[in-house]
């Protein structure tokens, strides 16, 4: 089983980070860590912080000469604006900002000063996922199988999905500042990331995960939380500002009958195939061999230039929530991370399914048992 724990704060020394259950014998190149944690950073509508910031992986253990020893993987990404940070003076926040975590968690913890759930609770804490992520990947890859995202809407221009399996375009995608193989869209996303900006506002949007070369059988329908779909889910609502999941066409599905919602079974040379893949690779909670499709709605980052209406806790009258320095759209930053919590749920279950403690023993396990 894989599992992870992060820790660190937004503008603390570093971040943290600790991958357990990762077999022995992955061979990883440094660099490729290094490139999604800078996928991360880009995208149309960042905020300064990305410039900042040079995030780089120091592996601490679990890694010998490029290579997992099985023991568990500890990484440390630092914070180069903390030096910044001890310069300035920081006042005591009281004043929560509506759809952050603020006022909720200071009140959960019995808190002071917002600044303390504000520097937990921050999305800075994704680049420790993103590393994690990127180690699932590699493993998967070992598979053949592969991991890829992109975005289908910010605020309400919206674009009909690509196809990922294409090469080109997922090269096209990486490309692109907002994550769009389309270059009209991407004009039409970038516009409207600017007029927002002019609004001094913030926007949400849509993004895309597929995963590709995905064998029968991952994940089970005996138990609720065996379910890969609902293991999926849970992954994907648990990054910041993640306010809505969707598995295939899920919602789409529940408007449209039956007998037009779900995919048709037809004979093929190698056995049974789908007509569609409006289910999303996944029936049962059990992957049916057709790429895996999940889709993640991102609010808006809750931090605006337009002040909000809240209140001050210290005196339980009205004010204004202070700004602090944010994006006007990460919805291409959090389609990466959304690829590295998918890519971590996915490896954990071809583990589940074809486990070792070795590399080398799960290829035989894989071979004798994967189509």
């Known amino acids: 089983m ?4 992060t820790a660190g704060e937004s503008h603390g020394p570093s971040l943290t980070g600790i991958l357990e259950g990762m077999p022995a014998g992955l061979q990883v190149d440094t660099h490729l860590i290094d490139r999604d944690l800078v996928r991360r950073q880009g995208g149309y509508g960042r905020s300064g912080r990305q410039k900042i910031e040079k995030d780089h992986i120091d592996w601490l253990s679990g890694m010998e000469n490029g290579c997992s020893t099985g023991a568990p993987i500890a990484m440390r990404i630092e914070n180069r604006d903390y030096a910044n940070q001890q310069k300035r003076e ?7 900002r509506p759809g952050h975590a603020d006022l909720a968690g200071a009140t959960k913890y019995r808190l002071a000063d917002m600044r303390t759930v504000l520097e937990r609770a921050s999305a800075r804490e994704t680049a420790m996922r993103v590393a994690v992520g990127a180690l699932a990947k590699r493993l998967l890859s070992e598979f053949g199988i592969v991991v890829a995202g992109q975005v289908i809407s910010i605020g309400d221009e919206v674009v009909q999905g690509a196809d990922l399996a294409d090469p080109a375009v997922r090269d096209r995608i990486e490309v692109s500042e907002v994550r769009v193989a389309d270059p009209e869209a991407e004009r039409r996303f970038i516009e409207r990331i600017d007029q927002a900006r002019r609004d001094r506002d913030t926007l949400g949007g849509v993004f895309e995960v597929q995963v590709l070369g995905v064998p029968v059988g991952l994940g089970s329908y005996v138990q609720w939380d065996r379910k890969l779909d609902g293991r999926l889910a849970q992954a994907v609502m648990s990054i910041q500002a993640i306010k809505g999941v969707e598995i295939g066409a899920g919602f789409e599905n529940a408007r449209t009958p039956g007998t037009r919602a779900h995919d048709a079974i037809l ?6 195939q789908r007509g569609s893949n409006r289910a999303g690779g996944l029936e049962g909670g059990v992957t049916n ?12 980052i809750s931090t605006t230039l337009t002040p909000m209406q809240s209140i001050d806790v210290r005196t339980g009258e009205g004010a204004l929530a202070q700004y602090q320095r944010s994006d006007i759209c990460a919805v291409p930053a959090a389609c990466v991370v959304g690829e590295a919590m998918v890519a971590f749920v996915m490896a954990d279950a071809v583990l589940e399914k074809f486990g070792g403690d070795s590399i080398a023993e799960i290829h035989e396990h894989f071979k004798s048992v994967a189509r």
């Open 2 to 5: 894989l599992r992870f724990l």
């Open 90 to 96: 920081k006042p005591v926040l009281t004043v929560p």
């Open 267 to 272: 004979p093929g040379e190698s056995g049974p």
């Open 289 to 300: 061999g057709e790429p895996v499709i999940v889709r993640g709605a991102m609010k808006p």
